[in-house]
């Protein structure tokens, strides 16, 4: 049966902090046991109005699926009439919503402290929850819009369109790969000097600027995951090989400096790493915990006298595998491991670990393998990595969302240890996306070469008169 879906006016003020509190699935019982602390402490609330929210705090009573998609399609149809400032933090935006609906009574100055109060423990990033709400693209304003010329003919039009105001970038790949086309498009190449081959195209893509379009300005970059997916899009269309290569190095490995780091890691790393004159990979799966990140076994425990941190793999079954850039170029890894500190585990953390020096010789108490023969893929060096309690220096910890201060102390901006694990892991789905960029790339070229096939090619006919195109058969047509 229908039912239909409201929202109580003075429910407003709550609205946003009760969707992204639910809308990741991992509210924890004593989380919502200080919410629910929070409200009953505020005297200002109506009870009525504390009834309704703690309807929402009963573990037993989740929202459904339909009612969080309907109360984030409230938010944001009513957020349009807000202006940007008013979207910044949650009890902002949930007060804003209340004076649109004149129902402000709650939305003063202790309520406002009760909803901090309740972000900071729930370790709610802000910007990250208000940009989950309205999908915020941080980039798009910045993004010129398609201009078509009216003499243009519908073929350039319809290029024009398809290259998303990114034809200048677009042309930019086919400049530098065009002429090795031949060599790209080669079977004869032995695994080594194929792999040796994607590196020599993607330096040149990095010289030409390509690689950091996704850092900050500050290091080179273009600020812009929009142009870096246009190139990472363009270079699928020649070689996937080359494309993992471009987006495990530029993608995971600079994207976990840049989103995992802060300012010492970005000034120390980010520019080499947009030149690859550091080439580097993304050390994250291990042999028995592939899709179960949270599940790894790598560690990492923290030595105060030092000040430093010892990696260890404590089996062969949780060496680090499939790493692209591993088995030959890679000379520092974006490790994921257990953080351990004073004995206390604090879930996975990113480690920034040299794997070969400057000559490509192989750093001491680390075992590199190499995968061998893929099904596809034989250009990218994917390979394993083994690390026998080996030291690196506490600045090397990606201390974004959590680090270990003066003292010894583990600290972190994010209380909740499964919220922080969602949110590290978040910062990096933007990369992520561009893989299914390049899949629809290679279905699209596949799809370009079966209707140029079908087209050339003949196959029976009508007694008497010559063989026709296999494209005049509407079965291959529906195929
Ligand atoms: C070419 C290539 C390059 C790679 N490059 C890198 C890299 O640079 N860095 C890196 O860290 N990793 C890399 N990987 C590893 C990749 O991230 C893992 O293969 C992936 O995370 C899956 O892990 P797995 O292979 O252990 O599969 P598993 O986790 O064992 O999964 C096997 C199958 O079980 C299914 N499955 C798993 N869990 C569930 C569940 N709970 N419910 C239902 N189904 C489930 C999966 O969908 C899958 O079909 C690469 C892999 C390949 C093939």
């Given at each position: 049966m229908k039912t239909s879906l409201s929202i109580q006016d003075s429910l407003l003020p709550f609205l946003p902090l009760l969707y992204i509190a639910w809308a990741?699935?991992?509210?924890e019982e004593h989380e919502m046991a200080f919410i629910k602390k929070q409200i009953e402490e505020?005297?200002?609330?109506?009870p009525d109005t504390k009834l309704l929210v703690y309807k929402w705090l009963d573990p037993t009573n989740q929202p459904t699926a339909r009612e969080l998609a309907y109360w984030k399609s409230y938010i944001r149809q009513h957020a349009?009439?807000?202006?940007?400032?008013?979207?910044?933090?949650l009890f902002n935006t949930g007060s804003q919503l209340a004076k649109k609906q004149d129902s402000e009574q709650w939305s003063n100055i202790e309520t406002r402290e009760s909803l901090i109060l309740i972000e900071d423990y729930l370790g709610i990033a802000s910007d990250e929850a208000i940009r989950s709400v309205y999908e915020i693209n941080p980039v798009s304003s910045s993004q010129k819009s398609i201009e078509i010329k009216p003499e243009a003919s519908y073929v350039e039009s319809l290029k024009v369109l398809l290259q998303h105001g990114n034809a200048d970038l677009k042309r930019k790949v086919q400049d530098i790969l065009n002429p090795h086309k031949e060599s790209i498009e080669s079977y004869d190449d032995d695994l080594k000097t194929r792999k040796e081959k994607v590196l020599k195209w993607t330096q040149e893509l990095a010289s030409a600027g390509l690689g950091n379009l996704a850092y900050p300005k500050q290091y080179g970059g273009a600020d812009s995951m929009v142009q870096y997916s246009a190139v990472f899009e363009e270079i699928s269309k020649y070689d996937l090989s080359l494309t993992i290569k471009f987006g495990v190095h530029f993608g995971l490995f600079g994207g976990s400096v840049a989103s995992l780091g802060t300012t010492f890691h970005h000034d120390k790393y980010l520019k080499d790493i947009g030149s690859i004159a550091l080439p580097g990979c993304f050390a994250m799966t291990e042999m028995y915990h592939g899709s179960n990140v949270k599940a790894l076994q790598t560690t990492a425990i923290y030595q105060e006298e030092s000040q430093t941190f010892i990696i260890h793999t404590?089996?062969?079954?949780?060496r680090k595998t499939y790493i692209g850039n591993a088995a030959m170029h890679a000379q520092m890894a974006t490790v994921f491991a257990q953080l351990i500190v004073n004995e206390e585990e604090h879930g996975i953390h990113a480690f920034l670990v040299p794997?070969?020096?400057?000559?490509?010789v192989t750093m001491p108490g680390i075992t590199i393998g190499d995968n061998g023969h893929k099904m596809g893929l034989n250009g990218v060096d994917n390979g394993t990595l083994h690390f026998d309690s080996i030291t690196i220096p506490k600045k090397n910890l990606l201390n974004k969302y959590g680090d270990v201060d003066e003292d010894g102390q583990y600290t972190s901006p994010i209380s909740s240890p499964s919220r922080r694990f969602f949110t590290m892991l978040g910062t990096l789905v933007g990369g992520r996306l561009c893989v299914p960029i390049a899949g629809n790339t290679a279905a699209k070229k596949a799809l370009n070469m079966a209707v140029y096939f079908a087209l050339d090619r003949k196959q029976f006919g009508p007694p008497g008169k010559p063989e026709q195109s296999i494209m005049d058969y509407p079965t291959h047509q529906k195929s």
């Open positions: 990741d699935g991992v509210l505020n005297d200002t609330i109506n349009d009439l807000l202006n940007p400032t008013e979207k910044q933090d404590p089996t062969q079954n949780d794997i070969r020096d400057q000559h490509g």
